[in-house]
């Protein structure tokens, strides 16, 4: 029983812990955004493999919070927006082709998938920036050095 009790109280840590998670990334993610275009009011298109998507759900929300225009979207249906955030876990090659097209800063919201994403925030004893200057260079974009001062470089 005392096994029991202690895996439920596990994961229900580990669920609010990530909730926190993505509320001081949302918070990151709408400051980053409109550093990078210069806008105050910034469209954010949350992508997702398939739907439903919960994790897609609970940033939007938290996005809202902050007053980011927030919506979800698929790679088959690519809303116009000034930023995007990757939430699949493996996105597919069509989808990650999709958004590079669109020239656009490309989130991914776990840091283990900087390898599809331009941007993404490791939040442990220090808060850290990852910065994926090959898919920065494949989507043909610039944006403000200022990310490459106080940010970790990803290399493969």
Do not use: W
Request: hydrophobic share 45%; charged share 25%; glycine share 2%.
């Amino acid at each position: 029983m005392k096994k029991f009790l202690f895996f439920i109280l596990s994961i229900t840590f580990l669920l609010a812990l990530s909730e926190d998670l993505m509320v001081i990334e949302s918070k990151l993610y709408s400051k980053i955004i409109k550093l990078h275009t210069q806008k105050e009011n910034v469209k954010i298109g949350i992508v997702c493999d398939k739907l439903p998507c919960e994790n897609a759900k609970k940033l939007e929300k938290f996005l809202k919070l902050n007053q980011i225009s927030a919506f979800i979207v698929t790679k088959d249906n690519l809303k116009n927006a000034d930023a995007y955030i990757l939430t699949a876990k493996n996105p597919s090659k069509e989808c990650i082709d999709a958004l590079l097209k669109k020239q656009k800063l490309i989130f991914a919201l776990y840091p283990e998938n900087i390898k599809y994403a331009m941007i993404s925030i490791y939040v442990g004893p220090k808060i850290k920036l990852l910065i994926n200057p090959k898919i920065i260079k494949k989507a043909n974009i610039r944006i403000n050095p200022i990310f490459f001062k106080v940010g970790k470089i990803y290399e493969e």
